[in-house]
């Protein structure tokens, strides 16, 4: 019989919207853990082992906090998975220079015929074989989460912490979006916007069987499921109607019938849809809201039916104090705990970020 | 000869583009091109398009993805204007420089900040990413400019961005600086106030829709 640690008690109690001995924390650490280890980027992007080594050093010297978000990942995901071009550490850059915001799309317009004839592996297939590699999707999703497996179990038997994400199901829209950079997405809206929706509705099915696979293969059940371009800076309401809600409620409620954990990443400020996850299942999902949505509110509306993780803005984290970290924390927790909050930090963990303030958010929840 | 519905199908090009129904707008421009319209006219209803879609951008009711899909639309406008009418000056409240700083290709800020500001009546001057903060300089010097916007995204954009200020206050220009929203692919990537005050620009906006009245602010309207 498999123990359940703690932690992992903690975290599902969360997720229930239960109350236990204390908020849970979970951290999502990339490219500062690999500076406090003294690991290079390059590494850190493309070495998952030495990338969990570096993350791990943080979760010692810390004494431990309750969920990992699974970056040692991230570099070979977006090496080996996706369907663009990122200038890289060590490929493109120098080695010690972190991986660029600058995506080089590889979709072209009438990719979208190929999505909806062949579905999203085969959408994938084509543009990564237009990288000149010969490339089957599913045999190289498999072989990069199965590659990962050993680290998520290490994590979760041996240090007895959750993974805080197994798979992904990015949304169709999404994957366009990525997939034909900034100024092709733009107009792909504006001159097949039949053909988008079409192309939507053709690999829905696939983006979610997607994060349950790879889910699958590493044994952990959270699939992440990104929302960023939907929040309202960046659509307005009827884009959003028609592109994400009906995909993202559909998505989430076949997850939980299947037995995974949605962990819904809404970054920016989501204040006025919030009542919107309120149709998503009931305390069965995680979301992920930043510093920038009014938490409070988020409580208000969420508040048994949904547990919320999230809340420590990077500002803090690199200009703060770890005294302004820790009373600042305890605050969240106070005004969002006991039960259904999860304490993070917002996004990622700057670079800069000095480690003793990352300790302290662990040290707020370990003693509130 | 009496033309009639002139004003009519300009309001119509205007209505295109908040709309974003880039054909029709395509349509009406070419149809009014040739008819002889004149061309400051047609600019000044693309303004006001572009203006009104910033205002809606503002209130709540288009986000970033819509006001880049008239961003493109205006663009698309614009450039054929130019193709019919080289060398055509438009009268503007102020002349813009706006470029994405060295070493950085982060433009999609640089896109929606010039067409907003388009709209509040300024004249752009647009050099493109991966400028040296030489080139600000010269160029501010070459148009007159009233205003230099700095656009980057990268992680460690902040380190050039300061440097590109330096430079331009270094070179006695009198153009005021703005540096501009980093906006992301799914992201907006704020500055905070420490760094606001690291880069020292006369402004630095974490908010597209502050961007328009800044400027007009700096330059005194």
Redesign the interface.
């Known amino acids: 019989m498999t123990r359940i640690t703690g932690s992992q008690e903690r975290v599902r109690k969360a997720i229930r919207c239960e109350t236990s001995d204390r908020v849970p924390v979970a951290l999502r650490l990339d490219y500062c853990a690999a500076r406090w280890a003294g690991l290079d980027t390059q590494s850190f992007t493309f070495d998952p082992e030495k990338a969990s080594l570096a993350i791990e050093w943080a979760f010692d010297n810390a004494g431990g906090w309750d969920a990992v978000d699974s970056t040692w990942t991230q570099g070979t995901r977006f090496d080996r998975l996706e369907t663009w071009r990122t200038p890289m550490p060590g490929v493109s850059l120098p080695p010690d220079k972190?991986p660029?915001?600058?995506?080089e799309p590889a979709m072209i317009d009438v990719d979208y015929d190929v999505a909806i004839e062949r579905g999203m592996y085969g959408l994938i297939n084509v543009i990564r074989r237009r990288f000149g590699e010969r490339y089957d999707a599913k045999l190289e999703e498999e072989r990069v989460y199965k590659g990962f497996a050993p680290i998520f179990r290490y994590w979760a038997e041996e240090k007895g912490a959750v993974p805080f994400r197994g798979g992904m199901t990015r949304l169709p829209i999404?994957q366009f979006?990525?997939s034909r950079?900034?100024?092709g997405?733009?107009?792909d809206?504006?001159?097949q916007p039949e053909k988008v929706k079409e192309a939507c509705d053709a690999t829905f099915n696939d983006t979610v069987n997607m994060g349950e696979y790879q889910s699958r293969l590493v044994g952990c059940n959270i699939v992440f499921v990104?929302a960023?371009?939907a929040?309202?800076?960046?659509?307005?309401r009827e884009?959003y109607d028609q592109y994400f809600f009906p995909y993202f409620r559909e998505a989430c409620k076949q997850l939980v019938k299947d037995g995974f954990t949605p962990r819904l990443h809404l970054?920016?400020d989501w204040t006025?849809y919030l009542e919107h996850l309120l149709e998503l299942p009931k305390k069965s999902c995680i979301v992920e809201l930043e510093s920038n949505t009014d938490l409070k509110k988020a409580k208000q509306i969420l508040g048994g039916h949904m547990c919320i993780c999230g809340g420590v803005p990077?500002?803090l984290l690199?200009?703060g104090t770890p005294r302004q970290v820790q009373e600042y924390c305890q605050k969240l927790i106070s005004e969002l705990g006991p039960d259904g909050y999860i304490l993070m930090n917002d996004?990622i963990v700057p670079?800069d970020t000095q480690y003793e303030n990352v300790k302290a958010i662990v040290d707020a929840s370990k003693t509130a | 000869m009496v033309r009639f519905g002139g004003k009519a199908s300009l309001r119509s090009l205007r209505d295109a583009l908040i709309e974003l129904r880039e054909d029709e707008a395509e349509r009406l421009l070419n149809e009014k091109l040739a008819d002889g319209e004149n061309p400051l006219k047609i600019v000044e209803w693309l303004r006001e398009g572009i203006n009104t879609i910033g205002h809606q951008y503002k209130d709540g009711a288009v986000g970033i993805v819509e006001l880049g899909m008239a961003s493109m639309i205006l663009q698309g406008c614009l450039q054929n204007l130019r193709d019919w009418y080289e060398g055509i000056v438009v009268p503007s409240v102020g002349r813009v420089v706006i470029g994405t700083v060295r070493g950085d290709r982060g433009d999609i800020s640089r896109g929606l900040v010039g067409s907003m500001l388009f709209g509040a009546g300024f004249m752009i001057y647009d050099l493109g990413d991966d400028v040296l903060p030489e080139r600000f300089v010269e160029k501010a010097e070459e148009v007159a400019a009233n205003i230099i916007v700095l656009t980057g995204l990268a992680e460690d954009s902040i380190g050039t961005l300061k440097e590109a200020v330096n430079a331009i206050m270094r070179s006695g220009s009198p153009a005021r600086v703005i540096v501009a929203p980093r906006i992301g692919i799914d992201n907006v990537f704020n500055i905070d106030d420490d760094l606001c005050r690291t880069v020292q620009a006369d402004a630095v906006l974490n908010d597209l829709a502050a961007v328009s009245d800044s400027a007009l602010e700096l330059i005194g309207n």
Do not use: Q, V
């Open positions: 972190l660029e915001a600058d995506i999404f979006g990525y950079g900034w100024f997405f733009i107009k809206l504006l001159r990104p960023g371009h929040s309202p800076t960046f659509m307005s884009m970054n920016l006025p990077p500002h690199t200009r996004d670079i």
